[in-house]
């Protein structure tokens, strides 16, 4: 079974340019959150999508966006670019989500704001 | 709020060298914890759970308690190997009936000398 995937890997963006990151979760799962990761904050919860509806925020201005597909794949937008929004960003998806249910995370897409 | 707090690294060990990273948490309810690790360029991958007070992790030679009573989740290896180079973050899953949001501990890094 193929795991969760992101794309792009890489990205390099200006201040003030909007980005659209893409995560497929793996077959069956239905839940997939993002989370963004810094030196200085470490991992940091974004959202969560299960069933295309927004189920659960964490505390990032409205900059940040995202929307779920129904065939579960996920994408999360960011608009007018902050070079504090360079980070890696991952993308994790679980069967229904829940407090039990593991979490399966892609490899992350490293943005670079200059 | 709920957080996670875990030792700072890096954390220098000689391959065979018994291995131990604190982590406790402050959270309301009974959160499940987690320990996830993130090898060189590379996603996070669960390394083990534990849902319930008493309960005992394992996996890959790792192990961690959920200790209720101090409010601990501590990692320990017998025999650590170069492999197990790595950031390793302790995490728990908050309360929420809506669904899956993870909250981690800043991370600590291992490195381990042949």
């Known amino acids: 079974k193929a795991g969760v995937t992101q794309t792009p890997r890489y990205l390099i963006k200006t201040r003030g340019q909007q980005v659209t990151l893409s995560c497929s979760p793996i077959s069956g799962h239905r839940s997939v959150s993002w989370y963004q990761q810094t030196p200085g904050q470490g991992l940091q919860f974004l959202f969560e999508?299960?069933?295309?509806?927004?189920?659960n925020k964490g505390n990032f201005p409205g900059r940040f966006s995202g929307r779920q597909f129904s065939n579960s794949r996920s994408e999360m937008n960011v608009s007018t670019l902050e070079l504090g929004d360079s980070a890696l960003y991952l993308c994790a998806s679980s069967l229904n989500g829940g407090r039990e249910s593991e979490q399966y995370f892609g490899p992350g897409t490293r943005l670079t704001v200059t | 709020g709920n957080s996670v707090t875990q030792m700072e690294g890096p954390v220098t060990l000689s391959e065979e060298a018994f291995l131990t990273i604190n982590c406790t948490y402050t959270?309301?309810?009974?959160?499940?914890l987690f320990w996830y690790v993130q090898y060189p360029g590379e996603g996070l991958q669960l390394l083990l759970k534990?849902?319930?007070?008493?309960d005992k992790g394992s996996n890959k030679g790792f192990e961690a308690t959920y200790r209720k009573e101090t409010t601990s989740f501590h990692l320990e290896k017998g025999s650590v190997q170069v492999s197990d180079s790595a950031v390793y973050f302790c995490a728990l899953s908050d309360k929420n009936k809506r669904g899956d949001k993870i909250i981690f501990g800043k991370g600590t890094r291992l490195h381990i000398l042949p």
């Open positions: 959270a309301t309810g009974y959160p499940s």
């Open positions: 999508y299960f069933s295309e509806t927004q189920r």
């Open positions: 534990a849902t319930k007070a008493d």
